[in-house]
């Protein structure tokens, strides 16, 4: 094994201006944690969620860019040099009408998915042989609203997640308190509705998690700071209600939205973000059922944790924080699931997105 394929890197996405640096590679010390900035990329309006192809060292970054003379989505695709963790573009395509909030990539590499929240959208874009971004090929347009006049008052798509063997689309829509699910006609190329997975009014799914057996699924809702867990039937791509619980502790009254989710590799812990309480909560799960078990909440050392993500052995867990400008790194008790903070801190400018991967 050459050296370079012993790195961990991590791969930032934020808010940012086109003429400032979005886009950020960190190594991450496996000793202590601390963090080595190696590449900064700017020219990106709001690269705020990326998605890396470890396999193909490809990244794929969300931006805006004009499209019919509006503010509309693109993606930008870049090569990454895992030697030095340099990135190079490669190709920018303008897609969406409407600015995006999250992108994806099918198992077969033959697709990008991206979601907009503005726009109540989610697109379905080529992805050619070499890596490069092409052209959308559809969107799907959802309607409707949900109970929460501030929040909901449209449709708001946030995230869309494949199911583990890439058959089904699970798309989050905070507006309409729906888990949309669909499937990709290979022979149209076109996204085909397939179910939906109704959330407690008033709930605003943003992200969903599968867990590690495929049996369960796990959504984190934003407006009611509450976790859904759902058995899965990996056949019909059906999702059924198992329980919901807060990610609050007891009593808490301040104000707070939620943000990402996550399960351990081997599938007894899961984590959730609270922007205001500026928490992880940690659940131990059940093997049997999938039901949850309060472990802890653990301060992230920053403001508005807009995004975590566990490193690829589960040894450290990264929070971006995006009002306090810092990445924050956490040892993880694999045992415990409990999360002890390193003290290793890195400053970045409103950081949103953390995409840790293994070289």
């Not at 930032?12 to 886009?23: D, Q």
């Not at 490669?90 to 990539?105: P, Q």
């Not at 697109?123 to 006049?149: A, C, M, Y």
């Not at 709930?203 to 867990?211: A, I, K, V």
Request: with cysteine; hydrophobic share 35%.
């Amino acid at each position: 094994m050459s050296e370079q394929l012993n790195r961990l890197l991590l791969f930032i996405g934020s808010y940012a201006e086109a003429e400032g640096p979005g886009v950020y590679v960190y190594e991450l010390n496996e000793d202590n944690g601390a963090l080595n900035r190696l590449d900064q990329v700017s020219g990106l309006a709001n690269p705020t969620f990326l998605n890396v192809d470890a396999a193909n060292h490809k990244l794929y970054a969300i931006t805006e860019a004009k499209v019919d003379g509006n503010k509309g989505g693109a993606v930008a695709s870049f090569e990454i040099d895992s030697a030095s963790g340099k990135l190079q573009e490669l190709n920018r395509e303008a897609n969406l009408g409407s600015t995006t909030c999250h992108i994806n990539r099918s198992k077969d590499n033959r697709y990008l998915v991206v979601s907009s929240y503005h726009g109540g959208t989610v697109g379905l874009i080529e992805l050619l042989s070499d890596g490069t971004v092409g052209r959308l090929l559809d969107t799907k347009q959802h309607t409707g609203q949900g109970t929460n006049p501030e929040r909901q008052e449209r449709p708001h798509v946030h995230s869309a997640f494949f199911s583990p063997d890439g058959r089904y689309l699970f798309v989050s829509d905070l507006g309409i308190d729906v888990v949309r699910t669909y499937t990709i006609n290979e022979e149209r190329r076109s996204l085909e509705f397939h179910a939906d997975t109704l959330l407690p009014p008033g709930s605003g799914p943003r992200h969903l998690t599968f867990h590690p057996s495929g049996e369960y699924v796990y959504v984190i809702n934003e407006v009611n700071s509450t976790i859904a867990a759902f058995s899965y039937d990996k056949s019909s791509g059906k999702l059924s209600a198992l329980e919901v619980v807060s990610t609050l502790p007891e009593g808490y009254q301040g104000e707070n939205i939620t943000a990402e989710v996550a399960v351990s590799r081997d599938g007894r812990y899961l984590y959730g973000s609270n922007r205001g309480h500026d928490s992880i909560v940690v659940y131990q799960i059940n093997p049997d059922t999938g039901n949850l078990s309060y472990v802890e909440h653990v301060s992230t050392e920053g403001g508005h944790p807009r995004h975590f993500a566990l490193t690829p052995e589960g040894k450290f867990l990264v929070v971006a924080n995006r009002d306090s400008n810092n990445l924050t790194v956490f040892r993880v008790d694999v045992e415990t699931g409990r999360l002890t903070f390193t003290g290793e801190t890195a400053e970045v400018s409103k950081p949103v997105c953390v995409q840790p991967v293994r070289f």
